[in-house]
Each structure stands twice: as C-alpha cells, then as structure tokens.
C-alpha cells in the first residue's frame, strides 16, 4: 500500500479518513434486498481511486461473518467464513483486493465479548459441565432455587442472566440472551479468538474495530452491582462488578502484541461513553493498547460550542502520549447527526457546518455510510423494524433501525439500492437526497465533504497538526487553530470558526493572528474565498476555514 499520510513517519491511520459500511445496506447485488460484498466491490469507485471520489482512505465493515443476525451481526456463529446473505471468502478476497488497488484500506469488526448462541463454542458448552468447552463461558449456579446468580441488567434490557436446562446453570449474556458472554479469563478462549485475528490479517485485512470492549473483564464471583437512580433497568445500576474490569485492559494489551507483528494494522476500540477514565484508559500506557478510541461524549453530543469546546480543552489532552483521537458523530447504533443536531435549527445548515468540524478537529474522522448525502433517520411503524433493541423500546427510544436505512444512489425505485425489496424501507426524501442528484449539485453536501476531505489531504496542519483552542467574545462560537511545520520549515496555520447559534455573530479574532484569508465557508450563501479583516459577522451555523499568515 502506498503511504498517503501528507506527513512522512506519521503512521496512516492518523491522517486517514475511515468510511463505515452496515453491508445490509450499502448495495444489493443479487436483488435479495440485502446489501452483500459484491454490491460493496461494485461501489468502491464511489468511495476512493477516481478524481470523482469521494476521497476516503478506509472501510470499517460493520460485521459480515456467518450469524442468525439476532443482532444483525453482532452475534457470530463462525468467525472465520462470510454470511450466505453477503457472499463468500472468495468475494471478500476479491473485494479486498480492489480495494487495495483503490488505495484503500479495509478494517473489520472484531466482537470479542459474546458470540451467537448458534456458535459450535455455546453448543458445546451448554452441552454439559464436563464437555471440553464447560468454561467457555460464563456459567453460574443460581444463588437458591430460582434466583439469579447476581442482579446484573443486560444492555439491551431484562437480566443478564437465562437458565440453560441442559446445564442446569445460568449463563451470562451482557446484551441479548442470543449473545452468550465468553470467559477471557479462560486461556484456551483467548486462543481460539487470537487465532481468528491473525485469519484475517494474514488474508490482508488491515486492522480491526473492536465491539463493547468495556464488557471484556468482569468480576467472576458475581458479586451485586449496587443500585442507583437511573430509568430503565440498565441505568438503574452501578456497573461495578459486570464490566470495567482490569482484565479488559490486559486483553488489549495482549492483542496489541499479536498485532505489532503487522506493523500497518490498527486497531480501533468501542469504549462506552460511561468508560472509567474516559476513553483515554483505553490507548494504555506508553501506546500498549489500541491505536485509537472512539469518543462516544462527543458522537452523542447535541449541537453545542461548549461541548465541542470540552472536547478540545479537557478530552484530547487527556489521550496519552502516543494516542490519538477519532472524531466520530454518527454510526449504526445512534440516530443520525443531521437529526440530532438539527432538532431545533436548520438541520442542514448544521450537518454543513458539523462537517467542518469532522475533518479539521484534531483527530481520524470516521464517516457512517450516507451521512455525506444527508441521509436522515426514518420514521418507522411498529411492523417495519427489524432490530430487537429498537423493538423492545419502541416508541420511548428512537432505536438503531432508522440510522440503517439503505444508502441513496439514485432516484429510481429502490435508490439504486436493490432491484428487488429493501430489508428496511428507504427514507421518503430519497428521490432528493441521493448521490446521482448530489453528484449534479455544486452546493451538495455530497461536494462538500469532497472538498474538505481534499483540503485536508492537501494540509498537514488540518490532518496531523497541533491545536489550540482561541477563546473570542462569542461564546457560541468554537475557534481553534490547527498548525504544522512543513518540510522546508514553514509553519502552515489554519483558522476554524464555528457559529453553533441559528443567529448572526458578530466575532472578534485576536490580534495574533495575522493574515487572514477565507478558505472555505459552509455556507451556500457566503463568498467562497479571498482576504479578510480580524472581524467578521457569520451567518446562522456557519463555519469558517481561514488560512493564516498569507
Ligand atoms: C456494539 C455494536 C452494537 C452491538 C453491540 C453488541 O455496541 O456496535 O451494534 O449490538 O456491540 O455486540
């Protein structure tokens, strides 16, 4: 692979930009109705390797192994093979292969915490207490007739506990009882799962996102976890004793090892937002667990300057030495961005300005399929969800369902998407909001996000550069600045100013800033470029790049 980091010895992750695929619903190729790896071959040319491409460096593909898709993927029932509904090992090897022709890297989805009940692994050790796999698992005896091992909730709602009649035991499943919980501290476990990372790294993957790694470590006497206020049964504890335990930081430490000996792959952790020390616990110490985290403070954030604020002035510090932040405000397991931000203002003028902030804070942006169209969240009725989480809280919570809808190519029937029917419906403003249209738009946001992915491609200081934040009189305003030191020993800045009212502002820059001139700004209405004085009045969440020192 060829090393497109603008910067040279700054490893490729820190400068790449990532695009996650739900392969359910990137592209259909057999009219099925359910996207599968061809669809996603057939579509790479959108993604990178032609001028006209979007400009990405990376693929995470959410789940694509063998699974009865009670959690549509996330419960794995062989980790070694590719599900019948999304093709074979061989259409992975040649998707793999046209995409490192492209220049681009892929990563896959590594669930380590759980696999499905269907696993050979769980049918063997449910078969009984003295079969080879017996400690597989996270087996317990009920604490009296009928009463559980311990009180533990599950993350998707009821206990975490189900009563196994073969065993006469209970095993433990942190999210759906679908999805038994292995025992990591069973030394044959880590095994079997290490052996399953060099499969795919040895078939050329280049790294892994890995799931839920909070739950890796628990306290396998089962003690209570002591109650406190909260909603609903999960929130209403104390998760001391299920999860955040040291041994998860072991675990990483471990895998990061086994990875050293490929010295490209990364590995990218879902650490929950509620993480011990934040997500920062999980870059390790002196770089000994995982290359980046995701930072779930700020993918759930509403559209505020001061929680972006906080990101720059009290998260990113917080990253060890070594580490690095990921900038990430949508995936399959939250509603989309642009409705997020834009429940009470002009959702588009937000995701314009939202996507400043994605490619030019400091930190590997990650893309959820769609969002660069302004893909909205769909309204769903009861009988079309599919997710048992978004069906167990329906109508209270919005679910993940609505963020999974099928990518919008086209304005045809299925959008391009399928010839035959979707798994799940298409938003109503498909006919609007798809890339044939987009691709023919100037103002789209589809050319937005090109262009800013070029400019940061072009610019060590927006890819790899330090920050600093400025503080101004407009409190609603978020000013930093991104600056590197080029080859020659120039200094190259870069100004970001971000508008977070649906008010015009009036800001003040401070003196120290020097030359001024106007890059970019999100808004369709703006003048697009030229020199500009140390004050400026911004439209309604409008966002700003200005380069300094011209
Ligand atoms: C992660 C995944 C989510 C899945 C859960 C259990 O949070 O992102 O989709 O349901 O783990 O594997």
């Known amino acids: ?45 959108y993604l990178a390797g032609t001028p006209a491409a979007l400009g990405v460096d990376a693929i995470w593909l959410s789940p694509i192994y063998p699974s009865p898709m009670k959690d549509f993927g ?57 079969s080879a796999k017996a400690d597989w698992y996270c087996w317990a005896d009920g604490k009296a007739l009928f009463r559980r091992p311990s009180n533990w909730n599950a993350r998707f709602g009821g206990s975490s506990w189900t009563w196994d009649p073969s065993r006469r035991q209970y095993y433990l499943h942190s999210f759906l009882k679908e999805q038994p919980d292995l025992n990591w501290q069973h030394e044959p476990v880590r095994a079997a799962m290490w052996k399953v990372a060099r499969f795919w790294l040895d078939r050329g993957v280049d790294g892994f996102r890995l799931d839920a790694i909070n739950w890796l470590g628990k306290d396998l006497r089962w003690p209570n976890n002591p109650l406190r206020f909260g909603l609903r049964g999960y929130t209403r504890q104390d998760h001391r004793y299920d999860r955040d335990q040291a041994a998860a930081h072991e675990i990483m430490q471990e895998l990061r090892q086994l990875v050293s000996a490929y010295p490209d792959a990364v590995l990218i952790g879902e650490a929950a937002a509620d993480t011990p020390g934040g997500p920062a616990a999980f870059y390790g110490h ?42 990430v405000f949508s995936n399959h397991d939250q509603p989309r961005h642009i409705d997020r931000y834009g429940k009470d203002g002009d959702a588009l003028a937000r995701a314009r300005a939202a996507a400043l902030l994605l490619f030019t804070l400091p930190g590997t942006p990650f893309l959820y399929y769609g969002e660069e169209l302004g893909m909205r969240n769909a309204r769903l009725r009861y009988g079309e969800l599919r997710d048992p989480y978004t069906k167990r809280f329906w109508p209270f919570r919005p679910g993940r369902d609505p963020a999974r809808t099928p990518m919008q190519w086209d304005g045809s029937a299925q959008a391009g998407f399928s010839t035959g029917r979707p798994w799940l419906p298409l938003t109503p403003e498909y006919t609007r909001v798809n890339v044939e249209r987009e691709i023919a738009e100037p103002d789209s946001l589809l050319h937005l996000y090109k262009q800013l992915i070029a400019l940061r491609r072009a610019s060590a200081a927006l890819s790899c550069g330090d920050v600093s934040l400025l503080e101004t009189n407009a409190a ?72 300094l020192d011209v």
């Open 476 to 547: 609603d305003c978020l000013v930093y600045e991104r600056s590197a030191r080029s080859a020659d020993g120039r200094t190259e800045r870069m100004l970001i100013i971000v508008n977070f009212s649906g008010r015009q502002l009036d800001v003040n820059l401070p003196e120290r800033v020097g030359q001024t001139r106007l890059l970019l700004s999100t808004s369709c209405y703006a003048s697009q470029s030229g020199p500009m004085g140390k004050q400026m009045r911004l439209g309604p969440d409008e966002g700003r790049l200005i380069q």
């Open 74 to 130: 996330y419960d794995v029932s062989d980790y070694c093979d590719v599900d019948s509904r999304f093709g074979t090992l061989t259409d992975f090897d040649s998707l793999l292969r046209e995409a490192h022709r492209r220049g681009l890297r892929i990563i896959m989805d590594l669930v380590l915490n759980h696999t499905s009940d269907q696993h050979p692994w769980f049918l063997e050790s449910r078969a009984s207490r003295r």
């Open 286 to 327: 002196g770089g000994d667990e995982l290359h980046l985290v995701f930072d779930f403070r700020l993918l759930k954030s509403p559209w505020r300057a001061d929680r972006f604020r906080r990101f720059l002035s009290e998260y990113v510090p917080a990253i060890p030495k070594g580490g690095w932040p990921t900038i």
């Open 1 to 45: 692979m060829v090393d497109i980091s603008p910067v040279a010895g700054v490893p490729w992750w820190r400068s790449a930009v990532f695009y996650q695929i739900y392969p359910w619903s990137f592209q259909d190729s057999n009219g099925d109705g359910i996207g599968d790896l061809r669809g996603i071959e057939s579509r790479l040319d």
